[in-house]
């Protein structure tokens, strides 16, 4: 059974920094690309960030680019997030979600962790 | 970016009914579109893959159509357990984008 669990979730003050972990389990990890999703209070959901199987390809989005940085732990099977220089709008709960590929080109994300809220606020 | 208009943003329906929720996409994508079910308080749930294919587990009454630009999520017949928000999420390109959701509620 796939599970994801994030931690690392908390209340930090505009400028600071937290480090998001997602501990993976019941797939192999490294075949697998994975993001970060965070949802607003009360908003939809807005994709953060992706890493690819390998580690060697990340992407962002334009909101925390240059801010956010993804990275993995093969030898944990741990995603991590680490957030610096973080703004009152970055707060949302944080989710990790696992990469569903299909048709080749396509994907979905078919896991989702139960999230880990994230609090900026002074 | 891809940019993803879902309509209706709301939407009351009692169970039984057919409902229809449609996302419109700024470019094309081809059938790179997937659906999430989310309750509150909960983490979203995979529904629909490829526009139209069903993730395993999920109930039949459920189907997806579309291509393109324009793409549909059909409930047959409301189950009081599909009251939720559904959101679109394209996968044609970076950054991937989700549509603002659609809140199901009951009449």
């Known amino acids: 059974e796939v599970q994801l669990l994030e931690s690392g979730g908390g209340l930090v003050q505009p400028g600071g920094s937290l480090r998001l972990s997602c501990a993976a389990s019941?797939?192999?990890?490294?075949?697998?690309?994975m993001s970060w999703v965070r949802q607003a209070p009360g908003k939809g959901l807005e994709w953060v960030s992706g890493l690819s199987g390998s580690g060697d390809n990340t992407y962002y989005a334009d909101s925390v680019k240059g801010r956010f940085t993804v990275s993995r732990d093969k030898s944990k099977n741990t995603l991590y997030l680490q957030m610096n220089s973080l703004r009152t709008e970055d707060t949302a709960v944080y989710y990790c979600?696992?990469?569903?590929?299909?048709?080749?080109?396509?994907?979905?994300?078919?896991?989702w962790g139960q999230g880990t809220l994230v609090t900026v606020s002074s | 970016d891809i940019q993803m208009t879902q309509s209706p943003s709301s939407l009351s329906a009692s169970v039984g009914d057919r409902v229809t929720i449609t996302c419109r996409t700024s470019?094309?994508?081809?059938?790179?579109l997937n659906w999430y079910q989310q309750k509150p308080g909960e983490a979203p749930k995979f529904l629909i893959f490829?526009?139209?294919s069903l993730q395993s587990g999920v109930p039949s009454r459920f189907s997806g159509s579309g291509s393109g630009t324009d793409f549909t999520l059909t409930i047959s017949s409301l189950q009081p357990e599909d009251f939720a928000t559904y959101y679109c999420?394209?996968?044609?390109?970076?950054?991937?984008?989700f549509g603002q959701g659609t809140r199901l509620e009951i009449k």
């Open positions: 979600t696992k990469t569903y590929y299909y048709d080749g080109s396509g994907f979905a994300f078919d896991h």
């Open positions: 490829g526009a139209s």
């Open positions: 019941g797939f192999i990890f490294s075949s697998y690309a």
């Open positions: 999420q394209q996968s044609y390109s970076i950054p991937i984008t």
């Open positions: 470019q094309t994508i081809s059938r790179h």
